[in-house]
């Protein structure tokens, strides 16, 4: 019981943010759900709480560039994929890619349904 505020407040703030944010796909649903929510100092109505921000000290303009190179390749190679007519989600045995994915090779190679990158 001593160890059950953090847990619970930080699943409060991420069902909350959940909710606005599906919220205009989905509104009526959303709204009953957020009408039960033991949040203090709420909105009324979700549709007229603030959207979720996030704090500047979590942005991180480097990692969102690599991300959005493993983006961009993804995008290139399911392009290549359809101009070749190959069978979407169907695994290709090899893309060959040049520079820098970082971390992203997983996301890559998943995404774009290949086997393994060269």
Do not use: C
Not at 19 to 31: D, G, R
Not at 72 to 99: N, Q
């Amino acid at each position: 019981p001593a160890m059950r505020a953090t847990p619970q407040w930080v699943l409060l703030k991420a069902i909350d943010a959940f909710l606005k944010m599906f919220s205009p796909v989905m509104p009526h649903i959303t709204e009953e759900l957020y009408s039960y929510l033991p949040i203090k100092g709420k909105s009324a109505f979700l549709m007229s709480a603030a959207w979720p921000t996030m704090p500047d000290s979590l942005l991180d303009a480097k990692a969102e560039a690599g991300i959005e190179r493993v983006f961009d390749a993804t995008r290139a190679l399911r392009a290549l994929r359809a101009e070749l007519d190959l069978t979407p989600m169907k695994i290709a045995p090899v893309a060959f890619v040049e520079g820098d994915l970082g971390n992203g090779e997983f996301v890559l190679r998943t995404q774009a349904w290949f086997e393994k990158l060269e």
